[in-house]
């Protein structure tokens, strides 16, 4: 199982302790909790490599506006400009 898997409901977990203990009041102005209990997410040891535009060597480099131009002349989609906008923006 992906470390990934188990971290994500532990954050869950962790953002509703520590409301209950610093932001969530009772009836009477106190904290559900007094302290938060520490929980410990498991390392990333799953993360994902660098993504190769394509190329089979698998260097890493940085993905220029050229290579990245060069990618979406050769998919020739009525969306490459939208594409184009998209990778700008990081997403």
Partial sequence: M???????PMEVVRRILNLAASEWLDES????LEHAPKIRLLPRNDVRGPYFLGRTDK??????STSQRHVLVRRKH????????????GR
């Fill in 2 to 8: 992906f470390h990934r898997t188990i971290n994500m």
């Fill in 59 to 64: 260097t890493v480099q940085p993905v220029t």
């Fill in 29 to 32: 102005g106190m904290t559900w």
């Fill in 78 to 89: 009525r969306l490459s400009e939208p594409r184009n906008l998209w990778a700008q923006m």
